[in-house]
């Protein structure tokens, strides 16, 4: 079978959903799913992937997302492939997690983003995982109706933008464990896009009569002109008193991976390969643990994290 066409632009929403391989478990324990959300905090950071609603089952997942820079096939790269890589090593396993690629289904938001959310929410409900879906942790619920803290990564304003407040959404949510829910499955077309008519023919003229183009659609390039650039990443690192000099080509490393969209390749490119691209990664693990455990060397990461984050020169 063909691969779903992927089609990615900027300020596009998808349904994602992965898969175990083998309807396999992906998360077995709490700290898989605390994991799990880490990434997604990071993609945001990185990426600046917008998480609409989620919802983490014991053998899937579903996701709704807002790419502003038109970036998906990178964002979940990331997500995915540093999951596998953080699962494989808890368990001692070797392989494949995920079965195949993720599903990403390209949504008509207007439409649709009312009835996805609650499609989503209610998926442990249908399960009969839970009675009520507020019972359930591993979803956005708990966040639209006010139960726990919103983290940075979550946008939960676009969905109520189209209800009064947020009990309405709530009844509205309650309104489909009796009523049932559409399917929205049956609504999918060409496998890959959830919208009326208008939208589909409106896709079709942009996007799938250019096929040849579709893959290159250039959503890094722009995302990265909206960032803070690599050169002045490096430049503030430079620049900064507090920092020894034999760490601040690791400090650059470090910031290059958490507030750009290059490559561990691309970083190591930078340096005119004095380091490798194995070595870019096992630099960012070293940070985060001495992070934890040296609260000077915190307080000076800090200090330099917040120029870089802003841009400051």
Known sequence: MARPL????????????????????????????????????KAYRRYKIKVHAYCLMHNHYHLLVETPYGNLSRSMQYINSSYTTYYNVAKKRVGHLFQGRYKGILVDKDAYIQELSRYIHLNPVKAKRIRIPEQFRWSSYQYYIGMKRLPEYMDIQTTLSYFKNRKEYREFVEEGMSKGIVNLEELVKAGCILGDE????????????????????????????????????????????????????????????????ETLEEIAFRFRHKISSTAVSKIVTRIEERKKKDKGFRRRLEKVEGKVSNGEV
């Open 6 to 41: 992927r089609i990615e632009y900027p300020g596009a929403f998808y349904h994602v959903i992965a898969r175990g391989n083998e309807k396999r478990e992906i998360f077995s324990s709490e700290s898989n799913l605390e994991r799990f959300l880490e990434y997604l905090a």
């Open 198 to 261: 208008q939208f589909v023919e409106g896709i079709k003229g942009r996007y799938l009569d250019k096929t040849k183009k579709v893959r290159d659609l250039p959503g890094l390039q722009e995302l990265k002109k909206e960032w803070v650039s690599a050169e002045l990443i490096i430049k503030l690192v430079d620049e900064e008193k507090d920092i020894l000099e034999k760490e601040k080509r690791k400090l650059s490393v470090y910031f290059l991976r958490k507030y750009t969209g």
